[in-house]
Structure formats: structure tokens, C-alpha cells
């Protein structure tokens, strides 16, 4: 392990060198691949056969695509072909416009996963995701039903009413939200600006209380962090599905569509973290029965915190093996 003077030495360095951290730090280093859509040139990584059925795996905030680790190695030994793209303000991910605001409202990273798909000439593909990427997830799987083979839903049905303020919450609720009415504040933009890291690290603990990432668990994460436009692709994301700033004209009328909480019809497997920070998952399913019209399956998983690919990646190896066994 590293000590703290070494761990921050390497994200010093890891800023020095692009954002990289040296491949003689990490068993071995990724082969990232780039593609351009008309907003974006995604950077993404690849693994599996090339002709296997297509399963993109999407991260959320604040992670990056390392929390599928452990799932890469067994469903590629399946023969599928597993695609781990860096969402927008994530590692080597870049707007082609320099002048084009850095806005990141959930329309905009689920057509940000249609696009990718689209320049993949993906006709049909599984999809795997949690926090953002399950959002992604869930609104394209609205959008677009027929691609989907079938969709793991880590988290649940994720999608917002970003149209209609909601009303204030219980104080044990409002208080796991602290991040987000703190982005909401200029101190807030300036603290994630300035203090990325150790919010981040921060955020990663409290949401996986059962769970003890290591400082290198934590290093070959930290670079997509240090994207130039995380802060503000970030801070854009919490204040707009508040209601404290607009997002693109182009996905109004999504938006608007998406406030009605379209129910999802495609084949899916809902999973929820057990030992989540944000709190216990209800037992009681009706609630995802209700919203994914064609649910396979839904697990609580034990032993599970927020970033639950990392802690229980043999639930979702067989959440999607389950869906492509189908």
C-alpha cells in the first residue's frame, strides 16, 4: 500500500503526465480507444471477442470505469464483447467544441450512450450501469426499446423529474444529499475545483461504509478525475436536476417526457446494495415491478455499498448472464 506522501506523489505525477498514472504503478495498463459522435470524442476501453453479443458497461459519479474490474475478465470469457465508455468529464473524454457549454443533465448522458452505440454501429446491445450510468441506462432503454437485449438496473429505476420542484425530504435523507446542495453553491463549485480528491475519497467511504478501498483502489481511478471539464460537467448535473440552471434546448422536450416517468419494457434484472451509504433498500419489490414492466429478477445484494461492481461484481456477472441466457 501506499503511504499518503507516496499516494499524493502519484497524483501529482498522474497530473504532470495528462492524467495518467505510469503503467509500471498498475498490473496493466488499459489500451484506451477513442470515437467521435457529433458532441463528444469518447474514449473507451474494450475487451471480449469482437463479433460477441455488445455489453456496455457505464459508470457513475464518481467512479470510473475501473468499478467493473472484476466483471471484465469472466463475461469476456463468455465470449461477449464488453465496451467501458468514460462518461462526458471523464478521463480522456472530450467535447470537440472548446466553446460548447459543459452541460451533463440525464438527457444528456443517456443520448451521450445512444450515440456511442450508434458509432459502434450497434444494432442491439446489453447494458450494465449504476448512479449516472444506470440513468443513462434506464432513459435510452426508454427511448430506444428495441435496441436492448436487457438492461441491469444497479439502483432501481433512476430517472428524474428535472421539470416539477420537489418538495423537501426527511432530514435523515436531505443530510446523505449534502453534496449536492453544496455544488449547488459557488463554495461548492470552487471546493470541488480545488479539493476534487479528497471529496471524492471522501464521498467513495461514506457511501460504502462496510467497504475499505485501499489507496491504490483509489489511484488508478483518480486521473479521469482530473478531466478539464469534471467540475463543471458535475457541477451542471446536480444544479440542473434542481431546477437552478437550464440545460440544452435540443432535449426540452425529453425532459419534459422523462418528468412523466416512463416505465421501462425491456428485459431486466434490478439490483440494490445491501449495505448501501445512502441507506437500506426496501424489501418490498412492487415498486421496480411496477416500473420495469418486464423485470427478471431483483436482488438485494448483501455486502454491497453504492459502487456495487467493485464490492459484488459475481452479481452482476450473473444478473447479466441470466439476461443474455434469456
Excluded at 127 to 144: H, M, T, V, Y
Excluded at 151 to 168: F, K, L
Excluded at 197 to 211: A, E
Excluded at 296 to 324: E, K, N, Y
Aim: charged letters at 20%; aromatic letters at 10%; proline letters at 7%.
Amino acid at each position: 500500500m501506499f503511504t499518503r506522501r507516496e499516494f499524493i506523489h502519484l497524483l501529482t505525477l498522474a497530473g504532470a503526465t495528462g492524467g495518467l498514472i505510469p503503467s509500471a504503478t498498475l498490473a496493466q495498463a488499459p489500451l484506451i480507444k477513442t470515437l467521435s459522435t457529433d458532441t463528444l470524442e469518447i474514449a473507451y476501453e474494450e475487451y471480449g471477442d469482437p463479433q460477441g453479443v455488445p455489453v456496455i458497461l457505464l459508470h457513475g459519479f464518481p467512479y470510473d470505469v475501473r468499478s467493473f474490474d472484476k466483471v471484465i475478465t469472466p463475461l469476456a470469457a463468455d465470449g461477449y464483447r464488453l465496451l467501458l465508455p468514460y462518461l462526458r468529464g471523464y478521463g480522456q473524454t472530450r467535447f470537440l467544441d472548446p466553446d460548447m457549454p459543459r452541460m451533463a443533465e440525464q438527457a444528456a448522458i443517456a443520448q451521450d450512450l445512444l450515440d456511442f452505440a450508434d458509432a459502434l454501429g450497434l444494432a442491439r446491445f446489453a447494458a450494465a450501469g449504476f448512479d449516472w450510468g444506470n440513468r443513462a441506462a434506464c432513459i435510452a432503454a426508454i427511448l430506444q426499446p428495441e435496441r436492448f437485449i436487457g438492461q441491469v438496473a444497479i439502483g432501481g429505476y433512476s430517472v428524474q423529474d428535472t421539470v416539477n420542484p420537489g418538495g423537501p425530504a426527511p432530514a435523515r435523507l436531505e443530510s446523505r444529499l449534502w453534496y449536492q446542495w453544496y455544488f449547488n453553491t459557488s463554495r461548492g463549485e470552487v471546493g470541488l475545483r480545488e479539493n476534487r480528491h479528497d471529496i471524492i475519497r471522501y464521498l467513495w467511504d461514506t457511501w460504502s461504509p462496510d467497504w475499505t478501498y485501499s489507496d491504490e483502489d483509489y489511484a488508478r481511478s483518480a486521473p479521469s478525475f482530473d478531466n478539464p471539464d469534471f467540475v463543471d460537467v458535475v457541477i451542471h448535473s446536480y444544479r440542473h436536476r434542481h431546477g437552478n440552471v437550464a440545460g440544452e434546448a435540443r432535449f426540452l422536450e425529453m425532459e419534459r417526457m422523462l418528468a412523466e416517468r416512463p416505465v421501462i419494457s425491456v428485459p431486466a434484472v434490478v439490483l440494490r446494495a445491501g449495505a448501501s451509504g445512502f441507506g437500506p433498500p426496501s424489501r418490498d419489490p412492487s415498486a421496480d415491478q411496477a416500473r420495469f414492466t418486464s423485470l427478471v429478477d431483483r436482488q438485494i445484494v448483501d455486502g454491497a455499498g453504492h459502487d456495487l461492481p467493485v464490492q459484488r461484481p459475481d452479481a452482476v456477472i450473473s444478473a447479466m448472464r441470466l439476461l443474455l441466457s434469456a
